[in-house]
């Protein structure tokens, strides 16, 4: 009677619990097989954000309680270079939805509402064990999987992406030499393709016996992606003006407009100027001048022209220096082939805005409840 009792009890128990299954994406490129490509980010770096998106037709619209995701290696790849495990100093991740319509450069603008946090703290994990391939979901010694800290419900609507959002600072897996760690995936048509930048015109100088003001852009040049303008010999703690613009040939007069009695010269029609202040050595950088674009076709092959200007009241009697200029020509975006994204930026988890905008879909398990 007592061993029936117990088995009664722990059949009743087993009853209550729910049903756990599980979600592959990118569902459309059959996961339960290798998929065809890869990325470093984010464990092969000592810093990164990373936000990953998979649409509607990829997850589904049934909602879903989800308590877990894994992620897997690359493969098939020989086992190299220093066995692990590597450790992250803090490893944030963040689970939610998105109604926007394309993401885009802006980490924030790609956020409808706010994600939950489902882990947050230190993370060891181990490197690829050169197993064959598909590699096992969450990793050597499920170092890839990733319990959460909260449940979180995910219910799509037509049109919605599911985000998982991570930020990593101090990975340390660079410390013991190279070690593969890199994330199995599949990229898709579409998305971005980078335009160029090309410098032209000359700057004019902050002071006697300096030299010109300079500028210039990096970043990726198109339409759903962000690029910086740089800029040196502006002038010690100058206020320095971002020039945007969509012409090099007119704005409130014909240009090149060279300022009476100066070599200092507009070259770029001022349609869009944000205003920062340059450092100690009149430079300016990071993320201090920043032209997010929206993923919108309609400016596919766009040509900007862009410049910087500073006040220095000693360099002329306007007081103006203007940089050389920089000439954008966008790229394109298209339409994606299949519903996945990612946005990362590969050095910084701090960073507000993306340096690699890419049409890849991590492989990734939820698990379900």
């Keep these: 009677?007592?061993?029936?009792?117990?088995?009664?009890?722990?059949?009743?128990?087993?009853?209550?619990?729910?049903?756990?299954?599980?979600?592959?994406?990118?569902?459309?490129?059959?996961?339960?097989?290798?998929?065809?490509?890869?990325?470093?980010?984010?464990?092969?770096?000592p810093n990164a954000r990373v936000q990953m998106f998979y649409d509607d037709t990829e997850v589904g619209t049934t909602p879903l309680l989800v308590d877990e995701l894994a992620l897997r290696y690359d493969g098939p790849i020989p086992q190299v270079g220093a066995p692990g495990p590597f450790s992250i100093q803090q490893l944030t991740i963040r689970v939610g939805t998105t109604a926007i319509p394309t993401p885009g450069a802006d980490f924030?603008?790609?956020?409808?509402?706010?994600?939950?946090?489902?882990?947050?703290?230190?993370?060891?994990?181990?490197?690829?064990?050169?197993s064959a391939a598909p590699h096992p979901w969450g990793g050597p010694g499920d170092s890839l999987r990733f319990p959460f800290q909260t449940q979180v419900p995910v219910a799509l609507q037509a049109g919605e992406w599911l985000v998982v959002d991570v930020t990593m600072v101090g990975n340390d897996i660079q410390n013991f030499g190279f070690a593969h760690a890199i994330l199995d995936g599949a990229n898709t048509t579409g998305g971005v393709t980078n335009g160029a930048a090309t410098a032209y015109g000359q700057g004019c100088s902050a002071g006697a016996g300096l030299p010109a003001a300079s500028v210039g852009a990096s970043g990726v040049f198109a339409p759903g992606a962000a690029h910086v303008l740089t800029g040196q010999n502006l002038g010690a703690n100058a206020p320095v003006v971002g020039i945007f613009g969509l012409s090099n040939s007119v704005a409130f007069a014909p240009l090149p407009f060279t300022l009476p009695g100066t070599s200092c010269a507009l070259l770029a029609s001022p349609d869009f100027t944000p205003v920062v202040l340059a450092s100690g050595t009149g430079a300016v950088g990071g993320e201090q001048l920043v032209l997010s674009?929206?993923?919108?076709?309609?400016?596919?092959?766009?040509?900007?022209?862009?410049?910087?200007?500073?006040?220095?009241?000693?360099?002329?009697?306007?007081?103006?220096?203007?940089?050389?200029?920089?000439?954008?020509?966008?790229?394109?975006?298209?339409?994606?082939?299949?519903?996945?994204?990612?946005?990362?930026?590969?050095?910084?988890?701090?960073?507000?805005?993306a340096n690699v905008v890419r049409a890849f879909g991590y492989?990734?398990?939820l698990r379900t409840l």
Excluded: C
């Excluded at 059959?30 to 470093?40: A, G, I, M, R, Y």
């Excluded at 924030?108 to 050169?130: C, E, I, K, R």
């Excluded at 790229?331 to 946005?343: D, E, M, N, Q």
């Design 1 to 45: 009677m007592k061993i029936s009792t117990i088995v009664l009890g722990v059949g009743v128990a087993a009853a209550s619990l729910p049903a756990q299954t599980f979600v592959e994406l990118p569902s459309t490129a059959f996961p339960s097989f290798e998929l065809p490509n890869f990325s470093q980010i984010p464990f092969m770096q």
């Design 108 to 130: 924030a603008a790609n956020l409808t509402q706010p994600l939950t946090t489902v882990y947050s703290g230190p993370w060891s994990y181990l490197p690829d064990n050169g």
């Design 293 to 353: 674009l929206p993923a919108d076709p309609a400016i596919n092959g766009v040509v900007l022209y862009e410049q910087l200007a500073s006040l220095v009241p000693a360099a002329n009697p306007w007081g103006i220096v203007f940089s050389n200029g920089v000439e954008v020509v966008l790229g394109s975006f298209t339409a994606l082939g299949r519903g996945t994204y990612t946005v990362a930026h590969d050095n910084d988890a701090s960073a507000s805005f």
């Design 363 to 365: 492989a990734l398990q």
